[in-house]
């Protein structure tokens, strides 16, 4: 995580002031009422033990699907997309003039039409359970 928030740093996002668990020892302390940022696969280290009174948060697009966030074990889902803007998505697609384009991932309606509305053809790929809910 130090080296994506580097590199965020490196691209001009202003992410404050930010320290390493590492850093803290084993000062419960020091991380009351912190933010603490991990990989999905660190909540569950004996590292994370330390945290006092922790609140366990993801940010994924996959949290749209509750199903996802109950699987693992999310007391805060945030929805946010870890995937390219739309302005970034239609540059590219813009940019590498694809014959087909195939739409594998997302809300993929709004994706296709913004290809047929640019000229390009575009279909979403039938991917079969994606995004069910299973309540």
Do not use: F
Request: net charge negative; proline share 4%.
């Amino acid at each position: 995580m130090v080296g994506l928030c580097e590199l965020y740093r490196e691209q001009g996002v202003d992410l404050g002031s930010l320290a390493t668990v590492a850093e803290t020892g084993n000062n419960k302390e020091a991380l009351k009422g912190k933010v603490i940022i991990c990989p999905p696969s660190a909540v569950h280290d004996r590292w994370s033990r330390r945290l006092p009174d922790p609140v366990t948060a993801m940010a994924s697009g996959w949290m749209t699907v509750r199903a996802r966030a109950r699987q693992k074990l999310v007391e805060l889902p945030l929805v946010i997309s870890d995937h390219a803007d739309w302005d970034e998505l239609t540059q590219t697609i813009r940019e590498v003039e694809a014959s087909e384009i195939w739409v594998t991932h997302g809300r993929d309606d709004a994706l296709v039409h913004y290809a047929g509305t640019v000229g390009l053809k575009a279909r979403p790929l039938d991917l079969r359970g994606y995004e069910e809910d299973e309540e």
